[in-house]
């Protein structure tokens, strides 16, 4: 078991890999030593305390914040400063943020079909169709002509999904997408994170919802401190913690099941 | 004994709401009459209208001189505008010394730009994309053939010394708009940018520019800037004025976008950039049409106060709107009492209307930009 969960998963290609990365952010090192490897169809749940460093580690996947030391490679792609290499990167690796970070000056059908039209240079009703697709597959096709203010928490962050979905991305990357959602919405969201799952989709969510984690999880990376403190399959994870932190975050977290 | 436990039953009936009694006088009362001291200023105001507005009106209309070949008849009339003397000098006062015979080609400039943006502004037309390319690309070489002239076309060349009143205070105001919104929003960007060079040549332009009087930039404009350029290409005497506000009023507007800019979450801008948009397309996509909509009011007051300050490049020999108004006044056919304050009062008029309809569009903007999405 523990040999095989080293290796990438089910023996595919890499998708991303992290070899000995650092970052600080000024003085603070907020990245010590992280090395991963996230195979091709894989779905890792990162978890860990506030200030762990794990949005920061997502986030440099698709270089929105750059690393200082050691490499990160996502679909065979070495990101360094070359702009070239960020946006080829960029355009394979959707992401989807905590505040959804939907663009309010257009409809919904606009914000999923402006990076396929400017980006991939789709022509715009091949767009459009796309983004119908998506949006239904989403179940929020009859709202694609409203603004994103005139949703709800639930259908924003969803329509947020199809918007990056529209890329046709080869990762996701989520840093946690329900976080800011009433209770009653997290579900909805939750459930097409895990329809995509099933689809085979590689991502990387960064997420308190452990009973996700157990669901669609083939790995959960526990990370404390700015460092990878534990690796495990989700079974094994919850069940018999090994390190002393792993063991603490999870007590705090799951306190109201016991 | 009561118990802790509640279930519903039967469910609450919807009732309207309470209906607010309504009607001019409840307003009044609310509004006018809602306190002794209240009640007082609105006697007080009301009084005073009903002093002013009369006369007012009697003065601009009833008692007012509407034809007269000579100041004569309104010299006799003192306690009216004299509306002839506009009348008798509104060809100068739209055109200044163009020549008479080659004033068509002013009116045919000025309808054509009118139309086009009318075009660009009204916001339900159809096809505004090609109004902004007609108006942005074409109209401005239409119009500098057709007010300069091109002996290759057969329109005898009309030095711009000759030009004057409402169309060079209009031709101002419309380049000044048209050129110091892109300049400022570059400006501002500019400012913003990550790259050293470009943000501290930004900063000292605005900088600069924003901590000298505006008379002072266009007597700079009108003496240093024939000294930058060979003697051959030295700028035209009216084109200098035009430089000086286009460059006084984007930094301005620069300090104005850049407000609307960092309103802006940061969320915006890595949404676009993880969709894979480079910085030329998430600027222009993202970040611009968001930021300028925040900004609109105070865009539409810079403008207003770019209009206002066409008035100044009479300063450097340029006969705007006013400068046209203060050489007619002049006018020893026309010398009486009431001349000036007939003029100034026109002038206002003139001033005003521009504006306020800058102010009421820009109003009307904000609503239809707010409707879609709230």
Redesign the interface.
Known sequence: MSSSLARSYRGNDAAIRFTGVHKWYGTFHVLRNINLTVGSGERIVVCGPSGSGKSTLIRCVNRLEKHQRGSIVVDAVELTDDIRRIDEVRREVGMVFQNFNLFPHLTILENCTLAPIWVRKMPRREAEELAKKLLARVRILDQAHKYPGQLSGGQQQRAAIARALCMNPKIMLFDEPTSSLDPEMVKEVLDTMTALAQEGMTMIVVTHEMGFARQIADRVVFMDGGEIVEVNAPLPFFAHPQHERTKLFLSQILHVRH | MTSIAYVREAPEPEEAAPVLSSGALVWARANLFSSTGSTVVTICCVALAAYLLPQLIAWTTTRATWSATDGAVCREHQDGACWAFVVAKWDYLRFGSYPLAERWRVDTAEAVGAGLIIWLLWINAPRRVWAAFLFFAVYPILALILLRGSSWLGLPVVDTQLWGGIFVSLLTAVVGIVFSLPLGVLLALGRRSPLPAVQMASVIFIEFVRGVPFITILFMANNLLPLFVPETWTPDRLLRPLAGIVIFSAAYMAEEVRGGLQSL?R??Y?????????YA?VTA??IL??AL?FVIPGIVNNFIGLFMDTTLISVVGATDFLEAMNNAIKDPVWAGPTIMVTGYVFAGLFYFSFCFGMARYSAHIEQVLAK???
Do not use: F
Request: glycine residues 14%.
């Open positions: 979450e969320g915006q890595e949404a676009a950039m993880a969709l894979g948009l480079n397309r996509l993202v049409p968001q909509t879609g999405r709230k």
